[in-house]
């Protein structure tokens, strides 16, 4: 994307609040008028001291006329007779400077609120739309991404732009204040104006070089703050790996290398930048130096009056700081938008195909799979050529040895990945025609690693059903055998849960998503058996309160421990993707030199004691 392109996409966004912003820049234009007239006050007060002085010096008595005008409008005008009148003078000049001063000042927070707000407006739409978004991708977005890379777009990326915002906005500013100087410049003097305007834009086109090369560093640099959100995400969730390995002084180092590499890239940004301010610098006070000589060169040949000399380096010094920044700005402003970049590219992914409405959907549950083939790559076909009815309430097994396609298939039906080849029918409907929030609306999963969200046990079951009344999340509790345990926590269903909350055994956690699961009712289970890593006694509860979770659905069970599904309807043994057996337990069991055989017995060999 074109930073001409990105600015456009930003500017879409300002437009939203354009009132504020012409609110603003119109306080930024009446901030430069009133400077502009004190510059015109202060000049004109100069003048009219010099014909005081001149006639104090030849002992003449004082009589000087004021005229303040614009060209030849003429605004005020008297004259000053004697000592006394000429000290009023003064204070009047003081008086009125101060009000314009007043003004200005006044103006200045009114600019500030107006530009600050549609700032800080537009961050909040970047933030919620970049988490809209995200929610809404498909799961193969979340399997190639790394999660630190995708908080570090919505954290790092949004602060920049935040920075990029600001200095877009202060470019705003300066370009007006710059535009109203040069204007009151123009009438004094054009030629003058002429000149100064060319020695400041040939200093721009500097900062623009300078521009370029910050860019180009700029992207490496969010790439490598992207890296270190990651590298910590990983490390800080996985602390318990790197402690029992005793990795911490390896990650320390490792971290430290994506810190300095990190640093490397700044410095490089701070190079360029340190360099652009005593350049800017150098040139403007080049510029000012030459438009000096040049006012003296016509003060002293008498085509130009000490007040107009006064006025024009005034605005000119003015003129000097806006134009700086807006050198400096628009380098700095490239810097921020390669953030903004990286942000409108995580905007424009396509998002799973979402739709606003609920088409109510009932199913009673039947799934068949009609010659099914899916690859995660190109390369490698996890399920390969897959066909199976199961009936509307069955207890499907899934085993087999691990990499052989379990999890794939039963990701298959929520639709988390869209199929390569083949049909997945549900109740003889394409599930690819189906409403995707109504489909899985009718499925529930109960994984083996629960994850509970910050909040209490009775917000993380109500999960299921947003609907749910206290009573219900009560029963489901009950039939997930959770709620004895639960009122025995120090606050019941009120105790805080999940990261910073209180830390649940396995078997807890797993009835909280067995209560989750009841909740929703779905027609449809899949269950990632996770009774493996519980101790017996928790494995029965946790067992006893699936087993009525599934009555009456259509469920699909990974399998790890053989021993528990022996009461399954059916079973399917599958093997490098595809289904290699089918049959109950005894059935498979009679197969000589079957795979569901053998596997029984290595895990019946494994159980035996020694
Ligand atoms: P199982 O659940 O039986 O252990 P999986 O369904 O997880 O097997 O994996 C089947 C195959 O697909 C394996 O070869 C695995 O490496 C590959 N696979 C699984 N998940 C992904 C993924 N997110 N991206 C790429 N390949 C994957």
């Not at 354009?18 to 202060?42: E, Q």
């Not at 000042?105 to 707000?117: A, K, T």
Request: one cysteine or more.
């Amino acid at each position: 994307m074109k930073p001409t392109s990105i600015l456009l996409r930003l500017a879409k966004y300002c437009f939203k609040y354009k009132w504020r912003i012409v609110g603003g820049l119109l306080s930024v234009a009446i901030m430069s008028a009133a400077d502009t007239a004190s510059a015109f006050l202060i000049a004109r007060l100069f003048e009219v001291l010099q014909n005081i002085s001149v006639q104090v010096q030849h002992k003449q008595e004082i009589l000087v006329p004021v005229v303040l005008k614009v060209r030849d409008f003429v605004l005020y005008s008297f004259i000053v007779h004697g000592k006394q009148e000429s000290f009023s003078l003064i204070y009047q000049f003081a008086f009125a400077v101060l009000a314009i001063i007043l003004v200005k000042v006044s103006f200045v927070y009114s600019r500030e609120y107006l530009m600050s707000s549609v700032q800080q407006k537009i961050l909040m739409r970047f933030r919620t739309e970049m988490f809209d978004r995200i929610v809404c991708l498909p799961v193969k977005y979340f399997d190639e991404n790394k999660t630190g890379h995708i908080m570090s777009r919505i954290t790092n990326d949004v602060n920049n732009l935040e920075q990029a915002l600001y200095l877009i906005v202060e470019f705003v500013q300066n370009i007006v204040y710059a535009l109203i100087f040069a204007t009151a410049l123009f009438y004094t003097s054009w030629q003058l104006t002429l000149v100064s305007v060319f020695i400041f834009t040939l200093s721009g086109a500097i900062s623009r070089r300078f521009g370029d090369r910050i860019r180009s560093y700029s992207k490496d640099l969010s790439n490598t703050l992207a890296d270190i959100s990651a590298f910590l995400q990983e490390r800080i969730s996985a602390i318990r790996i790197v402690k029992s390995f005793t990795r911490e002084k390896k990650e320390s180092a490792q971290f430290k290398q994506k810190v300095e590499t990190n640093y490397h890239f700044s410095m490089k940004i701070v190079r360029v930048i340190a360099l652009l301010s005593p350049t800017n610098e150098l040139f403007n006070t080049i510029a000012t130096s030459l438009l000096v000589v040049f006012c003296g060169y016509l003060f002293i040949i008498g085509s130009m009056t000490i007040e107009t000399m006064i006025f024009f380096l005034i605005i000119v010094t003015s003129l000097a700081k806006p134009i700086k920044s807006l050198g400096e700005g628009a380098a700095r402003i490239q810097k921020t938008l390669v953030s903004a970049r990286f942000i409108f590219d995580v905007l424009d992914l396509v998002p799973e195909s979402q739709s606003e409405e609920n088409v109510p959907l009932i199913v009673k549950g039947n799934v068949c799979f009609e010659d099914v083939s899916f690859s995660y790559t190109t390369d490698l076909q996890a399920i390969s050529h897959i066909s199976f009815k199961v009936a509307a309430g069955e207890t499907i097994a899934l085993v087999g040895p691990s990499g052989s396609g379990k999890s794939t298939l039963v990701n298959l039906i929520p639709r988390f990945y869209d199929i390569v080849h083949g049909k997945i029918l549900i109740d003889d409907i394409d599930s690819k025609n189906m409403n995707l929030q109504s489909l899985r609306n009718q499925i529930a999963i109960v994984p083996q690693d629960v994850v509970l969200f910050s909040g209490n046990v009775r917000e993380n079951i109500r999960y299921g059903r947003l609907t749910a009344t206290d009573d219900e999340v009560f029963e489901a509790a009950r039939a997930a055998n959770a709620h004895t345990f639960i009122e025995r926590l120090e606050h019941g269903y009120d105790t805080e849960v999940g990261e910073r909350g209180l830390q649940l055994s396995g078997g807890q956690r797993q009835r909280i998503a067995i209560a989750r699961a009841v909740l929703r009712n779905p027609k449809i289970l899949l269950l990632d058996e996770a009774t493996s890593a519980l101790d017996t006694e928790s494995e029965l509860i946790v067992q006893e309160a699936l087993e009525r979770l599934m009555k009456g659905r259509t469920s699909f069970v990974i399998a790890h421990r053989l021993s528990t599904i022996t009461h399954c309807d059916r079973i399917f043994v599958l093997d490098a993707g595809t289904i290699v057996e089918m049959g109950t337990h005894e059935e498979l069991l009679q197969r000589e030199s079957g795979l569901y055989k053998r596997l029984h017995s290595l895990q019946f060999a494994d159980s035996q004691p020694e």
